[in-house]
């Protein structure tokens, strides 16, 4: 039997009932984790462009003496790099709703109650970091954050094991607080380092990722649990992957690239020296390849009705305007909304390419 005609499958686990309030109020978070962390990249890329990177001057404290900005002080700027901090907080509150909405479904009272004690444990144990570090003159922010990020791990790897079923989902509910609260962190030390550019870089790339881990939720929302197996050839699914390098490599010059160009955040942030347009024609190879790859992947997709196909062809449009913004922002000298989109851009078109991924495989099919 062909590889890409395997009867329908009877799942052992089954998807969420969507059905029920709890199941339709998972899709609707859910729904709204994609796009809030979609949207943090555009405000996050917001902050850089308009140079409102050091905006707020002071960490978790706008100032050494206020939580939120003064206007009269820090202008526009620090009601910027505010918003974008208040964002972290949406997308936070979120990702926990997430997690205690599939706890309930696939983990029950017990489970749920036992991450609310970790939770309960994680938030007093950062208070008493605080504690201690403050008077001995530490950074006790970083520090009491970084004390509540283990507990949330913990509480993740406790949570994976004791689940019965959809792991998966558990697994990718916990890893998108998880990386919420570290990049709280990450986003601290951006600031209190001076807008590293490396360290910004590193800091977008996370949310990028982020981006990718709730569009993959999503997809194994709709999907059956359980064992799975390949639903395309061997060559295609080879490809796919070496498609995803491709697009890993652009992404990475493609953050390199504008750290040596003029959007550092701040007018006073010094860039990491390398030459801009030289980055700029080697961030473009590995653009070009992966436009050939994914424009081959969508053209086979449909000859030999893979599954993928639907997703191939929003990933193709994806990437070829994405080519477009790209030339288009490097003739016009980089003006900020084009690289804004950019960003963006990128984000959507990684979580499309994980949606591809994800398609490659279905539910392995159990005897009646």
């Known amino acids: ?44 890329g917001a902050v850089r462009l308009t140079g409102s990177g050091l905006g707020c001057s002071d960490w978790p404290l706008c100032t050494p003496d206020s939580l939120v900005p003064i206007l009269e002080v820090q202008g526009i700027h620090g ?51 605080f504690g201690i570090a403050a008077p001995l003159h530490f950074p006790a922010s970083p520090i009491a954050l970084g004390v509540l990020l283990i507990a949330v791990i913990a509480a993740a790897v406790r949570s994976v094991r004791t689940t019965p079923a959809r792991r998966d989902l558990v697994l990718l509910a916990w890893l998108v607080l998880i990386g919420v609260v570290a990049q709280a962190l990450v986003g601290g030390i951006t600031v209190l380092t001076g807008l590293n550019p490396f360290i910004v870089g590193f800091h977008y790339t996370s949310s990028l990722l982020l981006v990718c881990i709730t569009a993959a939720f999503l997809v194994r929302l709709k999907t059956d649990g359980g064992p799975r197996e390949r639903a395309v050839p061997a060559w295609f699914s080879a490809v796919t992957h070496v498609t995803g390098l491709a697009l890993a490599v652009t992404i990475v010059f493609g953050v390199l690239t504008t750290g040596s160009g ?37 053209v086979a997709a449909w000859v030999l009705h893979l599954e993928p196909r639907r997703w191939l062809l929003v990933l193709v449009l994806a990437i070829l305007v994405q080519v477009g913004v790209g030339i288009w922002q490097a003739r016009e000298g980089l003006p900020p909304l ?27 099919p159990v005897d009646d």
């Open 1 to 44: 039997m062909p590889e890409t005609t395997i009867p329908a499958s009877t799942p052992t686990q089954t998807a969420p009932p969507r059905s029920a309030p709890w199941g339709r109020a998972l899709t609707v978070f859910a729904w709204l984790s994609f796009i809030s962390e979609t949207i943090i990249i555009g405000t996050g």
């Open 262 to 298: 003029p959007h550092s955040g701040d007018a006073d942030v010094l860039r990491h020296g390398f030459d801009a347009t030289v980055l700029a024609h080697v961030h473009s190879w590995p653009g070009y390849i992966l436009a050939a790859l994914v424009l081959f992947l969508t």
């Open 79 to 129: 009601i910027i790099e505010f918003g974008n901090r208040l964002m972290t907080g949406v997308v936070g509150i979120i990702a926990l709703a997430v997690v205690l909405l599939v706890l309930h479904l696939f983990s029950g009272k017990r489970g749920l109650v036992t991450a609310l004690w970790f939770a309960a444990g994680g938030i007093v144990a950062a208070v008493a970091a």
């Open 338 to 364: 084009l690289v804004g989109i950019h960003m963006v851009l990128a984000s959507l078109s990684a979580a499309t390419y994980t949606v591809v991924v994800l398609h490659l495989k279905r539910p392995t």
